[in-house]
């Protein structure tokens, strides 16, 4: 059969929404106060979805790790519990999620933090024409997150969390997916961990209502396994992608 121009057209268009093997794009927002399990989750479903798992704080913290001019001002607010400003966070992301790999979407681990972010956010995904699909909501008591940082162990290498009382590595200090060496991160001691909490609740929270007025969110319960947490969130990504 001859392809004429017309339905070149329609495939073009078809590609451009489901990606070259057909499927659904899938652009997902995680939601959830500091030790929520966004990070932990996020990496699971991008193994799972083939599409990358974007971490402001690991961006962050890879430039700080090298010392570049976006680590060396980045780090003053992250040892003391604060945001990183708006604009410098919104040019990563802008330059982020035009990357090649993000062409069959992507999940955002840790943005927006700051309605000014989200709004940002919203009109750079209206002129890129790339929607969000869903905005995912881990929810976990207070106390429960205290402890979770508090313990938290961080892969040098790979960036995987672990924690030292749930999520145990299979050799002690040692990262079981890369064999690198776990770190305690400094923003993880209590006082910090009390101030970003702080933080989350004025500037961060709120965006759960922001999502919820646009019909996107889907609050989970993130007190559960991680395994059955993740199932659920398989569920939720799968429904929205048969959409
Ligand atoms: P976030 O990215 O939201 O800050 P993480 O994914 O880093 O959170 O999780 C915080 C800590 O809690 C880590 O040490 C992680 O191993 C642990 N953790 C994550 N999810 C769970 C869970 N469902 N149950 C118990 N511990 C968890
Ligand atoms: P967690 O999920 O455990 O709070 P992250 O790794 O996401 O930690 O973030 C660590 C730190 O990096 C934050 O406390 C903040 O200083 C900075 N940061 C990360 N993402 C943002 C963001 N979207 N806006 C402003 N600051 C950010
Ligand atoms: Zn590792």
Partial sequence: ????????LVLESFV??????????LRVIFLGPPGSGKGTQASCLSEKFGIPQISTGDILREAVTNKTGLGIKAKEYMNKGELVPDEVIIGIIR???VQTDCENGFILDGFPR?????????EMTKEKNIPVDVVLSLDVSEELVVRRLCG??????????????????????????????????????????RQRLKVYKETTEPLVDYYRQKG???V?????????????LV???EGVREN
């Fill in 1 to 8: 059969m001859p392809i004429n121009k017309a339905s070149l």
């Fill in 152 to 193: 938290r162990m961080v892969c040098k290498e790979c960036g995987n969390n672990y924690h030292t009382e749930f999520n145990l590595p299979k050799k002690k200090g040692i990262c079981s997916r890369c064999e690198g060496k776990l770190y305690h991160r400094p923003d993880d001691e209590e006082d910090v961990v």
């Fill in 235 to 237: 569920n939720v990504l």
């Fill in 220 to 232: 989970i319960n993130g007190e559960d396994e991680i395994s059955n947490i993740f199932n659920q």
């Fill in 95 to 97: 330059d982020r999620v």
């Fill in 16 to 25: 451009r929404q489901r990606g070259a093997k057909g499927e659904k794009k």
């Fill in 114 to 122: 700051t309605v000014v972010q989200a709004e940002s956010f919203d």
């Fill in 216 to 218: 996107l969110l889907s």
